[in-house]
């Protein structure tokens, strides 16, 4: 089994930073994609930024220029960099990782727990 644990959630000031660490265990090959998604109160979970094993990135419009992901492949560790947080960049972030599990090349698809951020205006 795959598990994934995120860190580096909290309060923050708006126009701050903060930097989400997501720790992926268990029988893992190699990294197919992973990502960070969020979820406000009352709203859908919205993609934030994905990464391929590759380095291909993918970024939701609301955070482009303000976030960036990045993946330490060998550690199976995605990082998300925020900065110029904005109160609407509140809400649980989600970690999201589709791992190679075995040799014939079957994905897993797993869920972080979540991490609380909070932007304060």
């Known amino acids: 089994q795959v598990q994934l644990v995120e860190s580096g959630g909290g309060l923050v000031q708006a126009g701050g930073s903060l930097r989400l660490s997501c720790a992926a265990s268990?029988?893992?090959?190699?990294?197919?994609?992973m990502g960070w998604y969020r979820q406000a109160p009352g709203k859908q979970r919205e993609l934030v930024a994905a990464?391929?094993?590759?380095?291909?990135?993918n970024y939701g419009d609301s955070v482009k220029g303000r976030f960036t992901i990045s993946r330490d492949n060998a550690k199976i560790t995605v990082y998300l960099q925020m900065n110029s947080l904005k109160p609407e960049d509140t809400g649980v972030y989600y970690c999201?990782?589709?791992?190679?599990?075995?040799?014939?090349?079957?994905?897993?698809?797993?869920w972080g727990q979540g991490t609380q951020v909070t932007v304060s205006s």
């Open positions: 999201n990782a589709d791992l190679v599990v075995n040799y014939v090349g079957r994905v897993s698809s797993s």
């Open positions: 990464i391929t094993g590759g380095g291909s990135t």
């Open positions: 268990g029988s893992i090959i190699s990294i197919n994609a």
